[in-house]
């Protein structure tokens, strides 16, 4: 695991630890010391604490006046052992909410299990978002199963338009336009089906 590093052909866009409004502002990653582990593996230095044991992140983009962002995450995510959808809420997406970010994309292919618990923290996520979404792009198969089977699915976006998306062809921008078109249309058919 120590040789998957957070995307960063994006810096030129965006970079967290110069962004006064981000969680990781000021933040100096040490290039050359390996100290933080997920189980008994060292993950890159590049990675982003959330307080969580398993599942750390790099916020890869933010655009405030498009109320967008693009987040990658990396290991377990164990809302069972570690609350770490409390942890991502309250400890990054609250943050990006109050700035009036609104439309989430989170990169999921370097996570390796789900465990869920309760919804309360997705739902209130979704509806803090008030217009606006988050969507779960490229989670391997047995996550979203898992995902599925504890209703994530009914807050977040997670459908198969999601996957296999290859997302490090786009500029961050098209990113946040390609998925917010996926996004809207699957709202759009659903509310077509309902009626």
């Not at 040789?3 to 967290?16: C, K, S």
Request: with cysteine; glycine share 2%; net charge negative.
């Amino acid at each position: 695991m120590h040789n998957i590093e957070p995307y960063y052909h994006w810096r030129d866009y965006y970079i967290a630890s110069e962004d006064e409004f981000s969680p990781f502002y000021n933040t100096d990653y040490d290039e050359f010391r390996y100290s933080t582990k997920i189980y008994n593996y060292y993950i890159h230095p590049q990675w982003d604490s959330i307080e969580s044991s398993t599942l750390f992140l790099k916020v890869l983009f933010v655009d405030y006046s498009a109320g967008s962002c693009v987040i990658e995450l990396i290991g377990e995510w164990n809302d069972c052992l570690h609350n770490d959808i409390m942890l991502l809420k309250q400890n990054i997406a609250d943050s990006l909410i109050f700035e009036k970010v609104n439309k989430f994309i989170i990169i999921g292919e370097n996570i390796l299990n789900f465990h869920g618990s309760d919804d309360c923290y997705y739902e209130e996520w979704a509806n803090e978002c008030e217009d606006g979404w988050v969507a779960l792009i490229n989670f391997r198969e047995h996550v979203i199963e898992e995902m599925k089977a504890c209703n994530i699915n009914t807050f977040f976006h997670l459908n198969t338009d999601l996957n296999n998306i290859f997302w490090q062809q786009f500029t961050p921008s098209n990113l946040c336009n390609y998925i917010k078109d996926i996004v809207e249309l699957n709202k759009h058919n659903l509310l077509i089906n309902n009626i």
